[in-house]
């Protein structure tokens, strides 16, 4: 009898919460991924923006090696150096004050959601802890951070959710403006600046500086989530720069230590001493090999390499604006969103079929592409989806 394929073991004993493409990926190199059959893909995905530099970088494996093979867990009761000097990049990089590590995007979410409430508390008392997050909005699969993710599909099965989230509609300053004038329990508004599950789009920049002055002026707390929009992909360190605000709090996960599990909650100068001991905590979180492969990631996010990722998302939107099939193209930098005539999840199935992986998001096409994706590559990716939307349209 042969062995069991890895769909019959998929059926049997993995839970089904995935509708999953039918391949097996087995190694990667860069952009490029070989399945089971040896067959080879250019990934336009990075495992949903997660893999920075691509699959199996030398720099990343480097780093990350030689941490494996020094320390590799030991909890934060002790520091370690990889963490410490984790720290001290992003607070250089932002100007933010201090940093709070966790393992994922949910988890970030969460812990920016606790330090919004706490600091209500320690000011205003009890009463203020109403998260404002935006219709549309992703902010995780827990039951908190799915009570903040603005989108009713997300609201069923789990009852009961946690309370205290009010959604508002995106780029509707007004809408905001008059949930606080008329309700005194608003403590922080939380808002991704390009709604990266719910279709890849972006707020308009004069609507978040309207109301992170708004939110300023009430001391109502401003946190971004970068868990998507972070560490390179939009062309800035992260999305906000390009926003003209200064958030007290930011999230960040998913492309942060390049391919390892770890989340990052950054406080400014009002809420950096919002959590202390005790308040918060994490076993694994911002262990020396994620630390070590966030350090490599975030050393490698240079203005050189910020400014080949806003020249190669100009040349994906050029190459196919106007094109058949394409209706409209969303998003900033390596973070792209395209709306097609045909279904995105078919269009998706036939780039698989040519060797070519992509994502969706809502009713588009998102490609979410190794920051440092060579020209050549990009370019012969980027004909194969052009022209499998063409031909399904
Ligand atoms: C992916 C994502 C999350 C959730 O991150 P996980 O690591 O899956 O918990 C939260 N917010 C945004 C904007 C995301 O894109």
Not at 26 to 37: I, P, Q, R, W
Not at 39 to 51: A, C, F, N
Request: proline share 3%; with cysteine.
């Amino acid at each position: 009898m042969s062995a069991p394929s890895y769909k019959e073991l998929d059926t049997t004993y993995i839970a089904h919460t995935y509708g999953r493409f039918d391949v097996c990926f087995e190694k990667g190199d860069g952009v490029l991924l070989y399945d089971t059959t040896g067959k080879e893909y250019i990934d336009l995905g990075s495992g949903i923006g997660v893999t920075a530099f691509g699959s199996a970088d030398a720099l990343w494996q480097q780093a990350v090696i030689h941490q494996v093979k020094r320390l590799n867990h030991v909890s934060n009761l002790y520091h370690t150096l990889p963490q410490a000097t984790l720290a001290e990049k992003l607070c250089q990089k932002t100007g933010m004050k201090k940093v709070f590590f966790s393992n994922s995007g949910a988890e970030a979410n969460e812990c920016a959601i606790k330090t919004a409430r706490k600091y209500s508390a320690d000011r205003y008392g009890d009463e203020r802890t109403t998260v404002v997050t935006l219709v549309n909005s992703f902010h995780g699969r827990t039951i908190t951070t799915l009570a903040a993710t603005g989108q009713d599909v997300f609201h069923q099965h789990f009852h009961p959710f946690t309370k205290g989230f009010a959604h508002v509609p995106a780029n509707d300053f007004d809408a905001f403006k008059q949930l606080v004038d008329s309700d005194s329990s608003i403590c922080a508004i939380m808002m991704e600046m390009i709604q990266g599950e719910g279709g890849v789009m972006p707020l308009d920049a004069g609507y978040v500086k309207q109301v992170a002055d708004y939110a300023a002026a009430h001391d109502i707390l401003v946190v971004v989530d970068e868990v998507q929009t972070g560490n390179g992909r939009t062309g800035t360190l992260y999305s906000y720069m390009q926003f003209g605000i200064a958030p007290d709090i930011v999230s960040t996960a998913k492309g942060l230590a390049g391919g390892l599990p770890m989340g990052a909650t950054l406080f400014n100068d009002k809420t950096e001493g919002v959590l202390d001991a005790g308040s918060h905590g994490s076993t694994f979180g911002g262990n020396p090999i994620c630390a070590a492969g966030a350090v490599s990631v975030i050393d490698r996010i240079d203005d050189a390499l910020l400014s080949e990722v806003k020249a190669k998302g100009q040349y994906i939107r050029e190459a196919l604006t106007g094109a058949p099939g394409v209706l409209s193209i969303s998003g900033m930098g390596l973070m792209v969103g395209i709306e097609t005539t045909a279904d995105a999840k078919a269009i998706a199935n036939e780039c698989l079929n040519r060797g070519v992986v992509v994502l969706t998001a809502k009713n588009k096409v998102r490609l979410l592409p190794a920051l440092n994706i060579p020209r050549d590559t990009l370019k012969k990716a980027v004909g194969i989806l052009k022209e499998v939307i063409g031909e399904m349209a």
